[in-house]
DNA sequence: CGATATTACTTGGACTTCCAACTATCTGTC
DNA sequence: GACAGATAGTTGGAAGTCCAAGTAATATCG
């Protein structure tokens, strides 16, 4: 557990920053992104704890209910949720596991695995979802606005690090 | 290494997500959070790697610096760092095996551990930040109104989860 | 003063992430 | 068609984060 300050640690390493060296601005900026990150992950896995779920394992789950067939190549889901291939295969063995997807040989490539929901992964999923939607996906204390803000000034950073093209 | 897309992967979650459930520009401003500081992380810890440093442990040697003594409990840079004493523990060990910092005990609290910087890691300090800075410390797309914004924001959410009293 | 509670730190285990190296399988070219 | 190169996934190892439990020392209170 961490305790809290009577002041804001963000504000006052700006202070002390300033006095030293210069950008006090970006490395606020990373700092309480680096923080928020922590808060925001805390408070998902928290509300998904039912299920046993992680948000990384989570996403995964949400991924291939997106998909049509609740079928997807382990490299794509890699792709979409920005994940190293190692990462999905950690959380597909993971969720394996758990019984909430299972590996399944692709038709035709026979390099690539497909991880399928189960029927128990398709059925948790909605549940999970209204848990971590009532949590407000971590971010109860952003209006609208601030939500919108925010992903429209993360957008620049993403796409500079070549998250997609253009 | 992953793979760029030729679309956002956030902006198709959300067209997804609304087909569904509610709460998509929540959902976007969390998952942006999480991306945005894989990013950061990475950009930081590559322009770290002369020093054989990593954010998390730059940022111990930072809050080293920023004390009169050069000199911490290990619990007090915990609560300033936002990290559990496991984790303060964890990176003391390694800044110590590398050279950049030693334990020492407190003069009256036999409880409590110091954390002092040595003559090497004080000499390092600046070289590296250097380098963080000229890496924008993860934020380059950012301009400084954009940096502003997001603490500004992000104040909000981390006020809500008692990093500080109000 | 002595028992209890609190505080400081460490340890072991779980989880996620990455990288580098490896196996298996396709693809493309000569 | 055969061989080089690309692609898909797994494995092992490193790093960081947390929690829970444990040890040691200090504080509190009856």
């Given at each position: 557990m961490v305790r809290p300050l009577p002041f804001d640690p963000i504000e006052e390493a700006g202070r002390q920053w300033d006095q030293r060296w210069s950008g006090s601005a970006a490395m606020q900026a990373a700092t309480s992104i680096m923080r928020a990150q922590q808060i925001v992950l805390a408070r998902v896995d928290d509300a998904l704890k039912p299920w046993s779920l992680t948000f990384a394992r989570y996403e995964v789950l949400v991924l291939l209910t997106f998909s049509r067939e609740g079928t997807l190549p382990l490299g794509k889901m890699g792709d979409r949720l920005m994940l190293h291939q190692a990462s999905v295969t950690n959380l597909v063995d993971r969720l394996e596991q758990q019984g909430y997807l299972r590996r399944v040989a692709h038709p035709t490539d026979r390099r690539t695995t497909l991880a399928a929901l189960t029927a128990e992964g398709r059925a948790i999923i909605d549940e999970a979802t209204a848990a971590v939607v009532k949590a407000s996906?971590?971010?109860?204390?952003?209006?609208n606005r601030d939500q919108q803000d925010l992903h429209r000034i993360l957008k620049k950073l993403r796409s500079g690090a070549n998250d997609f093209s253009n």
């Open positions: 996906i971590g971010v109860a204390e952003l209006n």
